[in-house]
């Protein structure tokens, strides 16, 4: 299975964040994990689509998992 990486604009479009916020976060060290394709200011970005999965699962709330426990 090859890995594909999302450019900030298809992350946006998978998270339903703008892609001023994914740079915001970027800048902050917070948000999904992301590959600089180099050091410099102008190096490309780059998500890793198993990490959006990844880092949007992490944040799933409520639904019957939740129900079951409470039960």
Wanted: aromatic share 8%.
């Amino acid at each position: 299975m090859s890995t594909r990486y999302l450019d900030p604009k298809e992350a946006s479009e998978l998270t339903g964040y703008a892609e001023r916020t994914l740079a915001t976060w970027r800048s902050k060290g917070i948000g999904p994990k992301y590959v600089k394709t180099s050091p410099s200011r102008g190096g490309r970005i780059r998500y890793r689509e198993e990490e959006i999965d990844r880092w949007m699962r992490a944040r799933e709330q409520g639904g019957e998992d939740t129900l079951e426990r409470v039960l």
